[in-house]
């Protein structure tokens, strides 16, 4: 078998698992899942991330720590504020 196959093989299989609701659901409800996990869980996760990054480069001394704080803290308003973003935007195109 191909490489190619074994790749959507292999995509096809993580989707399923991991979000079994997309093979039982429209379009609609099958975006507002992946919407609902992404802004839920995701992004919060990574903006937590780059906050700790953030405090071991300044723990560390690196001369980049205050630009990695400011991004941080991007990452932060963006990954909390996704929810609220997302619902501006939809109300602005409804």
């Known amino acids: 078998m ?3 196959f ?3 093989l292999v995509g096809f299989l ?3 698992l991991c979000i079994p609701e997309l093979g039982l659901a429209s379009v609609e409800g099958t975006l507002e899942a992946i919407q609902s996990k992404l ?4 992004l919060p996760l990574v903006a937590i991330l780059g906050l ?3 405090a071991f ?3 560390t001394g690196n001369p980049n720590a205050k630009a990695h704080l400011f991004l941080a803290v991007i990452g932060c308003a963006v ?4 929810q609220s973003i997302v619902n501006f935007v939809r ?3 409804n």
């Open 79 to 82: 990954g909390f504020g996704a």
């Open 91 to 93: 109300d602005l195109v």
């Open 6 to 8: 074994h790749f959507v």
């Open 57 to 59: 480069s300044f723990i």
């Open 39 to 42: 802004v839920n869980v995701i």
């Open 14 to 16: 993580i989707t399923t």
């Open 52 to 54: 700790v990054f953030s």
């Open 2 to 4: 191909s490489k190619q």
